[in-house]
């Protein structure tokens, strides 16, 4: 005797993108669409009533997010499992559907296959992640921390932008040259830079620094 199929609910306010889901889904003998919905509200009221296994939800509605979708039912289910869908899948948005709770991240742009694996592995683990681009954002996310500055060191970057040596840098910040000195050093490392130089136009680069005045090297 076969396994009865995983039950998914549909929520997306565009009628004509659910529809190509519900085929897609449909053309897979383990899955069955039992609701489609359009909007928060709707879903919400869907899946108290029908429990679906798993919901595969637009990250944009009308009334809310799939976002909002995904934190009430995460409240009264560990179970059940929860897809976002999106066109705007930047790492801001996938770490907010993973803190969110959700199952797994796709982009609208990705193979409809994609979603249909992502859902069957809600299924089976819902409280576990999936993303194509998790890998990626989080690269980048720890570089980014990597490189974070903390305050005094960001403005003893301004004063070496500005031309500053450490005992001059020392002098305006009441510290004394070899704490200049050794705040310069961090930031050199935190950049990956060897001298002033690279460490300004790294610093440029990422943004922690708008301009640079010339100074002589």
Same mark, same amino acid.
């Given at each position: 005797?076969?396994?009865?199929?995983?039950?998914?609910?549909?929520?997306?306010?565009?009628?004509?993108?659910?529809?190509?889901?519900?085929?897609?889904?449909?053309?897979?003998?383990?899955?069955?669409?039992?609701?489609?919905?359009?909007?928060?509200?709707?879903?919400?009221?869907?899946?108290?009533?029908?429990?679906?296994?798993?919901?595969?939800?637009?990250?944009?509605?009308?009334?809310?997010?799939?976002?909002?979708?995904?934190?009430?039912?995460?409240?009264?289910?560990?179970?059940?499992?929860?897809?976002?869908?999106?066109?705007?899948?930047?790492?801001?948005?996938?770490?907010?559907?993973?803190?969110?709770?959700?199952?797994?991240?796709?982009?609208?742009?990705?193979?409809?296959?994609?979603?249909?694996?992502? +859902? !069957?592995?809600?299924?089976?683990?819902?409280? =576990?992640?999936?993303?194509?681009? /998790? %890998?990626? &954002? @989080?690269?980048?996310?720890?570089?980014?921390?990597?490189?974070?500055?903390?305050?005094?060191?960001?403005?003893?970057?301004?004063?070496?932008?500005?031309?500053?040596?450490?005992?001059?840098?020392?002098?305006?910040?009441?510290?004394?040259?070899?704490?200049?000195?050794?705040?310069? +050093? !961090?930031?050199?490392?935190?950049?990956?830079? =060897?001298?002033?130089?690279?460490? /300004? %136009?790294? &610093? @440029?680069?990422?943004?922690l620094l708008s301009s640079v005045r010339p100074v002589d090297s």
């Amino acid at each position: 005797m076969s396994a009865a199929p995983t039950t998914v609910l549909l929520v997306d306010d565009h009628e004509l993108i659910r529809s190509g889901l519900a085929g897609v889904f449909e053309l897979e003998e383990d899955m069955t669409i039992v609701a489609q919905a359009g909007s928060v509200v709707e879903a919400l009221k869907k899946y108290d009533e029908l429990r679906p296994d798993v919901v595969v939800a637009d990250l944009q509605l009308q009334d809310g997010t799939g976002l909002d979708i995904v934190r009430s039912i995460r409240k009264v289910s560990n179970t059940t499992g929860l897809v976002v869908l999106t066109m705007h899948s930047g790492d801001d948005q996938i770490f907010a559907a993973m803190q969110a709770g959700a199952s797994g991240f796709v982009g609208k742009d990705a193979p409809s296959g994609e979603v249909v694996r992502a +859902a !069957r592995h809600a299924a089976v683990s819902p409280r =576990s992640f999936v993303c194509t681009g /998790l %890998v990626g &954002a @989080m690269m980048r996310r720890s570089a980014a921390e990597s490189t974070r500055l903390s305050d005094r060191e960001h403005e003893v970057l301004l004063l070496l932008a500005d031309g500053l040596g450490a005992a001059a840098i020392g002098e305006k910040l009441y510290l004394s040259e070899s704490t200049a000195k050794s705040h310069i +050093a !961090r930031i050199y490392q935190k950049l990956g830079a =060897s001298n002033r130089a690279q460490a /300004l %136009v790294t &610093a @440029m680069r990422i943004g922690l620094l708008s301009s640079v005045r010339p100074v002589d090297s």
